[in-house]
């Protein structure tokens, strides 16, 4: 556990400690629960909150799609920050991601889950950059167009917490992506402390911060 402090404190807990032990430990994690038990990441959420009474809990899920990431998938996150880039595996990934988010809950006349989208690696090279952004936000907007939004209504009236595809023409919009340029110091750096200026400071990451507290009405 790490502890940074400044204006507040942030709370770093691994997944674990890798040694001799760890895939043995590993393989007999159970995330699904037993007849008449929380399931056990939720339940795991609200032992934090009962101890640590933390403002924000945040879980980051590794890439790819594996059973973590099914799970929080299913309504136990209040906000999901999908992170891709403009290759065509990422692009997969997100397609499916986004589907579950957005379009299957719609055919079973829920709102959509809530998301932001972020793009990752962009690249340094100015012109490449823009390049990169302006492709990967056109893509975004068809993918969610087709996977994500409802169509709009005939009538007038439209349901509360639901995106429709008119949506998508407002700055905020869950498909217009957050860019975070690659950043080598970022790569590799001893604790968090070493990086903690460059984040709070970085245009980028505080556009992704606003656009976060913005979804719970904070600033």
Not at 109 to 123: N, S, T, Y
Not at 141 to 156: G, L, N, Q, S, T
Not at 193 to 198: C, F, L, M, P, S
Not at 202 to 211: C, G, N, Q, W
Request: aromatic share 6%; glycine share 6%; hydrophobic share 40%.
């Amino acid at each position: 556990r790490e502890h940074v402090t400044g204006a507040g404190e942030i709370l770093v807990m691994p997944a674990g400690r890798v040694d001799e032990e760890y895939l043995g430990k590993l393989s007999r994690i159970d995330l699904e629960p037993g007849r008449d038990q929380a399931h056990p990441v939720r339940q795991l959420l609200q032992d934090v909150q009962e101890e640590l009474a933390p403002h924000w809990i945040l879980l980051d899920v590794r890439a790819g799609l594996a059973d973590p990431a099914g799970m929080l998938l299913s309504g136990l996150a209040h906000l999901h920050v999908l992170f891709g880039t403009f290759s065509d595996q990422s692009w997969a990934g997100l397609r499916l991601i986004i589907e579950r988010l957005g379009a299957e809950r719609v055919r079973q006349d829920e709102p959509q889950a809530d998301c932001l989208l972020v793009q990752a690696m962009v690249p340094e090279n100015v012109e490449a950059a823009e390049k990169s952004k302006r492709d990967f936000g056109d893509r975004a907007r068809d993918v969610f167009v087709d996977h994500f939004y409802k169509e709009d209504p005939e009538a007038e009236a439209t349901e509360e917490n639901c995106w429709y595809v008119s949506d998508a023409e407002s700055s905020d919009a869950p498909h217009v992506p957050i860019p975070l340029s690659y950043t080598p110091r970022l790569a590799d750096f001893p604790s968090i402390d070493a990086v903690a200026d460059h984040l709070a400071d970085s245009p980028e990451y505080r556009h992704l911060a606003a656009r976060i507290l913005a979804r719970f009405g904070a600033s």
